[in-house]
């Protein structure tokens, strides 16, 4: 593996488990905040879903300041890179943001943060009404920004692969 | 593939690669959408639900169902029969704190209290291992039908005609006749007692759930709240007469004189229960387990930071209690969590201003 084109094994790995994990937490989120009969095995999926992507972002930070990313290559356009890194800062951003935000808004509306097996994690909030709200509209809002950034960063590593094929998908998906 | 020249490549090919990112990120923001139920507005999700109990008009800060209340604090003490049928802590801790509320149904939080049919108690316990159990019982036995979308449209079939400011007793006929089960529940709601205090009344779980014991043995069950304060008849004429607060002050004015009392009584399931359907009860030979006691000691008005602020969600459960796949527990939590989310913004509002 050439560490100046593709990302270590590792940093794939981490990748690709948490876009799956996002995603599915996306979903898992709209899904238990309209459906009248799922709601409950739903949450409780959620809530440690989302409290493993917390532990993987802060693996994946510290992996990515041992290991940095492959540059992207010089016929990326300065603007086209610039939205990447900002984009990138953002994916960042949200995969500590969300988890944070879910666990403090549990808080604030009085709901212990319990995990499978009984495991009961410290209030992040205190119960306060005013901050439920807060914290409770901005982890459903962030939630559907989180989304669209992500569809961008698809598109834009679709655009990559498929119009460019300047191996920046490669980078991630390559199998070597 | 194996011609040596072949045709030049249709115009439209270099648009072919955006054409599938843009119908793969569009797919999955439509799949995003249908989940979250805007594709699909027929579909009854929990803020529709919640919209059509609310009818245009909500109480603003205001719990949407079970508006009026007070705020009751006590404590719960186990049996050992108890501690058989479950490992949750709330049964070996000699006693929990309990906070709760005691409400009227109806989302009219100034609606005369005397004159409810249903009276409601919540509680939370709160046990020393970190866990909860949250408990949104009812003075009726059973509910009024099977499913949260029978709920919805018993709301739409009850809703005053404008014309006359009754209900359409066609469109409750008809309700009826699709939804039989409900039968009895009116037939409850007629011929039921009336008791003259919140202490004197039964409040029951509803739902079934199931009950693990330390060996890992499972059990469907139910719960009751039985008072032991005894029964008195409260005649319709003293029901009409009486003033708006009429519970809740009667409820004070009983524990200045001392706590007030009720057994947790369990009843088991035996197989072919029904345990997702809450409008059946079950034979009224099952097996009762007292199972512990919990006495009210202090009623007090609802406020910030107290009762007020607790979204007693029935499907919040420590280990050892679990719930069933009855769809209207699960409803409860779907609805109670968009009321709790409304009510709780609207009261930031309030305070801000």
Same mark, same amino acid.
């Given at each position: 593996m050439d560490a100046k084109t593709h990302y270590d094994r590792t940093a794939r790995w981490l990748h690709w488990a948490m876009a799956a994990m996002i995603l599915a937490l996306v979903f898992i989120g709209a899904g238990m905040v309209a459906s009248l009969e799922a709601r409950p095995w739903l949450i409780e999926l959620h809530r440690p879903l989302g409290l493993l992507v917390l532990l993987l972002a802060v693996l994946r930070l510290w992996h990515r300041r041992r290991h940095p990313p492959p540059p992207l290559p010089d016929s990326v356009p300065p603007l086209q890179a610039r939205a990447a890194r900002a984009s990138h800062a953002l994916l960042y951003g949200l995969m500590f943001a969300m988890p944070l935000l879910g666990w403090a808004m549990s808080s604030a509306g009085g709901y212990p943060v319990v995990l499978p097996g009984g495991w009961v994690l410290p209030a992040l909030a205190p119960q306060d009404a005013a901050l439920y709200t807060w914290l409770r509209g901005a982890h459903g809002v962030l939630g559907y920004a989180f989304f669209g950034v992500i569809l961008l960063h698809l598109s834009g590593a679709l655009y990559h692969a498929w119009v460019r094929r300047d191996g920046v998908f490669e980078a991630m998906a390559g199998r070597r | 593939m194996s011609d040596p020249l072949p045709p030049a490549p249709p115009r439209w090919r270099p648009w072919l690669p955006f054409l599938g990112i843009a119908a793969i990120a569009g797919s999955l923001a439509a799949a995003l959408a249908w989940t979250a139920g805007w594709l699909t507005p027929a579909r009854v999700t929990a803020p529709r639900l919640v919209d059509t109990i609310e009818n245009g008009k909500p109480f603003v800060g205001f719990r949407r169902a079970h508006a009026r209340g007070v705020c009751v604090a006590g404590h719960f003490e186990p049996t050992a029969e108890g501690a058989a049928l479950s490992k949750a802590r709330v049964f070996t801790q000699p006693r929990t704190p309990a906070l709760g509320r005691m409400s009227i149904g109806g989302g009219d939080p100034n609606g005369p209290e005397a004159m409810a049919r249903v009276r409601s108690l919540a509680l *939370? $316990?709160?046990?020393?291992?970190?866990?909860?159990?949250? $408990? %949104? /019982?009812?003075?009726? #036995?059973?509910?009024?039908?099977?499913?949260? *979308?029978?709920? %919805?449209?018993?709301? $739409?079939?009850?809703?005053?005609?404008? +014309?006359?400011?009754?209900?359409? #007793? @066609?469109?409750?006929? %008809?309700? +009826?006749?699709?939804?039989?089960?409900? $039968?009895?529940? /009116?037939?409850? @709601?007629?011929?039921?007692?009336?008791?003259?205090?919140? +202490?004197?009344t039964a409040y029951h779980g509803v739902h079934a759930f199931r009950f693990t014991n330390a060996a890992g043995e499972s059990r469907f069950v139910r719960w009751s709240f039985v008072p032991q304060a005894p029964f008195k008849d409260f005649p319709a004429d003293q029901r009409q007469a009486a003033e708006a607060s009429h519970l809740a002050d009667e409820l004070g004015a009983r524990l200045a004189g001392g706590p007030v009392r009720w057994t947790l009584a369990v009843t088991l399931a035996e197989p072919g229960d029904p345990v997702e359907d809450p409008s059946q009860p079950w034979p009224e030979e099952r097996t009762r387990v007292a199972a512990g006691t919990f006495v009210l000691e202090r009623a007090y008005p609802e406020a910030e930071g107290n009762c007020r602020d607790i979204n007693f969600d029935p499907t919040l459960l420590p280990s050892g209690i679990a719930a069933s796949r009855d769809p209207v527990l699960a409803a409860r939590a779907a609805a109670y969590a968009v009321s709790f989310h409304r009510r709780q913004r609207e009261r930031a509002g309030q305070e801000a201003n």
């Open positions: - | *939370q $316990l709160d046990t020393d291992d970190g866990q909860q159990w949250r $408990l %949104a /019982m009812n003075s009726f #036995p059973f509910f009024a039908v099977s499913t949260p *979308q029978a709920f %919805a449209e018993q709301i $739409l079939a009850s809703r005053p005609d404008p +014309a006359t400011g009754k209900p359409d #007793p @066609a469109k409750q006929q %008809a309700f +009826a006749e699709r939804h039989p089960e409900v $039968l009895r529940f /009116m037939a409850w @709601a007629q011929s039921a007692p009336w008791s003259d205090s919140y +202490a004197n």
